[in-house]
Nanobody, 124 residues
């Protein structure tokens, strides 16, 4: 069991930056991959980024590549999503997810553990 709590959302102007945090509890040996997804009103939940627990390899959706960075601090059981050069189209509820198995990262249905989400609103 992995419990996830996101924080760091809020209102930011276009071009600005925001850092989201995903704090994990329950299973604290860090042997799980973590991903970030987002969901805008009326739209599906879509993949943003993921990080492998062992290698630290990172993966990004094309829409955020070069602007967003995912990282993790295993000692703190926390994963971060640094978002730079934000655009109005980045406005969404951002969710972190965790998974113990090897899965295709970009399918939301592959992930078993989810946080409650944090709202990010980018104003133009």
């Amino acid at each position: 069991q992995v419990l996830l709590v996101e924080s760091g959302g809020g209102l930011v102007q276009a071009g600005g930056s925001r850092r989201l945090s995903c704090a994990a509890s329950g299973r604290t040996d860090s042997t799980y991959d973590v991903g970030w997804f987002r969901q805008a009103p009326g739209k599906e939940r879509t993949f943003v980024a993921a990080i492998h627990w062992r290698s630290g390899n990172t993966y990004y959706a094309d829409s955020v590549k070069g602007r967003f960075t995912i990282s993790r601090d295993n000692a703190k059981n926390t994963v971060y999503l640094q978002m730079n050069s934000l655009k109005p189209e980045d406005t969404a509820v951002y969710y972190c997810a965790a998974e113990l198995r090897s899965i295709p990262y970009d399918y939301a249905t592959s992930w078993n553990y989810w946080g409650q989400g944090t709202q990010v609103t980018v104003s133009s």
